[in-house]
């Protein structure tokens, strides 16, 4: 038996949202970067490790995404919350470092900010769209 779909939210209610996810979205994606770049370059004990490769390494995964979250792509973010996890995971890894909690703290809870947003962002955006489209 099937079931009937649940109606979709009007375009007045979903606007505000996708506007606010998405620019807590950016602005927290901006600011694990800038954590990340900012962390390696002037704090972190690399070992002797080169700094740009350190960077890089950290930085591929954002940069893969990074022309979609520009552009406002509901499948980039979508993509971002699967990549986020990666960074959560090493923040949570890092609080358990005395010399590296403040650091690991900030990480864990920026990831869980920007998975937060780019998950709305992309309910919202699907919806969005497909309400402006004609469904209802």
């Known amino acids: 038996m099937a079931r009937k779909p649940k109606p979709l939210p009007s375009l007045e209610w979903l606007k505000p949202r996708v506007k606010i996810s ?3 979205s950016l602005i927290s994606f901006a600011a694990l970067a800038v954590l990340l770049l900012v962390w390696n370059l002037a704090f972190a004990d690399l070992h002797g490790a080169r700094t740009w490769v350190v960077v890089s390494i950290q930085l591929i995964p954002l940069l893969l995404v990074a022309p979609g979250m520009l552009t406002g792509s509901p499948r980039a973010h979508a993509w ?10 090493q ?18 809870i920026i990831s869980l900010v920007l998975f937060v947003a780019a998950l709305l962002y992309t ?5 969005y769209a497909r309400k402006a489209a004609g469904e209802s």
């Open 123 to 127: 309910r919202w955006g699907y919806q």
């Open 80 to 89: 971002l919350c699967f990549i986020v996890n990666l960074y959560f995971i």
């Open 22 to 24: 998405r620019a807590v």
């Open 91 to 108: 923040g949570v890894l890092a609080t358990i470092n005395p010399a590296r909690m403040v650091f690991g703290w900030l990480e864990a």
